[in-house]
């Protein structure tokens, strides 16, 4: 559906000693999936968490797990990360050498495959793996901390990643993670994206049901006005 958005709260701006009941705090019938971010250090410059959160996320709450891999050496850890119940596992194309292959093994563990762009990195550099992937993340944020300031130039990249989309009839997802709150929400869905991960903007307020709530109304209100996808 051409309309269709949905806010993913991500648990990186939650309290790191609850996961699971900072977890059920969004659970409302508009979240369908959590988006987690594992960090490991040396591909960003911070350290999360590994793939026994992700089971206990899997075992606790009734989300769908988008589990947003900013490490090196994805091939090594990406069975594991299947097995903890990553339904969507998404991987940076800066991140290895082998990009179709990693994306490959993916989905030969029977989860979902999105490969995500640093802001500097161009959409070219994903021209040969459009159809090996389900969903295409665009940071509009340098990968590492939750909190940063929205960089624009995400606007045009998934505009042009949305007619990419469209011209070629391909049905990968598109999301955006970084930056993302009730202003910078209806920007991003009119650029083309359907997934919007916010992090601060939810688990940064005390009322989350209200954040993630004003988040999707902003997007409405923009939608009723008639303010139209870009493409
Ligand atoms: C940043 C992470 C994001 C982060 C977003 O490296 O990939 O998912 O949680 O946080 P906010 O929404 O606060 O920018
Ligand atoms: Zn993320």
Redesign the pocket.
Known sequence: MANSFQILP?I?AADHGRFVEEAQTVDIPEIEYL?I?VMDGHFVPNITFGPQVVASLKKHTRFRLDV?L?IENVDRYTPAFAEAGADIITIHQEAGPHLHRSLALIRDCRARAGVALNPATPLESIRWVLDAVDLVLIMSVN?GFGGQKFIPAALQKIAELRAIKEREKLSFIIEV?GGVDAKTAPQVWSAGAEFL?AGSAVFGKTDRPGAAREIIAAVERAQQRGQSRLV
């Open positions: 991500s990186l988006h971010d947003h900013m990968p993670d991960v």
